[in-house]
């Protein structure tokens, strides 16, 4: 089925939009949540969290390309349930490492009510599209979908060192772009 149809199955308020989104997009909300939480029964709940948050702002929202909508709830839930079990023992995993490296290039969290969040992911949408492929593919799969170093080293056939090279000097040109763009970082 195709969104457009699942989002009017929202609107209709049908429960065969759950059904219709289950059976599409099981598997990529799995991926999202997996790398970041590690636990299949966390992942099962913000699978289904991320279902009733559909259901709960589908209307009013009416969004575009369903896929990046329900990867964001997906991906904000999960980062929020590992941050409940994470908040006294903030340790060394990988959500903290990709998080914590770039913690340099964003605007700090008194600027962020200043910075405009739809002007934000213009910019990096706008930056996005300048790198090469390849050096887009390790930067997205390393901040937005979470995935260890090593995982992207194997999947993109380089070493480890290269990806970290790729993903410093893009995190590098990301802070310089930002603040050409007269955001303070």
């Known amino acids: 089925m195709e969104d457009n149809e699942i989002v009017k199955l929202y609107f209709d308020r049908s429960e065969d939009a759950i059904k219709e989104t289950d059976q599409k997009y099981r598997n990529y909300c799995y991926s999202i949540s997996k790398h970041i939480l590690e636990n299949d029964e966390d992942v099962k709940e913000i699978i289904n969290d991320t279902y009733l948050k559909l259901w709960q702002t589908i209307p009013p929202n009416e969004p575009d390309?369903?896929?990046?909508?329900?990867?964001?709830i997906c991906r904000q839930l999960s980062l929020n349930r590992y941050k409940e079990k994470h908040r006294k023992k903030r340790g060394g995993g990988n959500v903290d490492l990709a998080l914590d490296?770039?913690?340099?290039?964003?605007?700090?969290?008194?600027?962020?009510?200043?910075?405009?969040?739809?002007?934000?992911?213009?910019?990096?949408?706008?930056?996005?599209?300048?790198?090469?492929?390849?050096?887009?593919?390790?930067?997205?799969?390393?901040?937005?979908?979470?995935?260890?170093?090593?995982?992207?080293?194997?999947?993109?056939?380089?070493s480890e060192s290269g990806v970290k090279i790729i993903l410093f000097r893009t995190r590098k040109k990301l802070k310089k772009f930002l603040t050409e763009e007269g955001i303070d970082v």
């Not at 390309?65 to 964001?72: D, E, N, T, V």
């Not at 260890?148 to 999947?155: K, L, M, N, T």
């Open 65 to 72: 390309a369903l896929s990046s909508y329900i990867g964001m």
């Open 101 to 158: 490296e770039l913690i340099e290039c964003i605007p700090s969290s008194r600027d962020k009510e200043i910075v405009d969040r739809m002007h934000m992911a213009s910019l990096l949408n706008r930056f996005l599209e300048s790198l090469p492929k390849k050096n887009r593919i390790i930067f997205i799969k390393r901040y937005w979908y979470l995935h260890p170093v090593s995982q992207i080293a194997r999947s993109q056939s380089i």
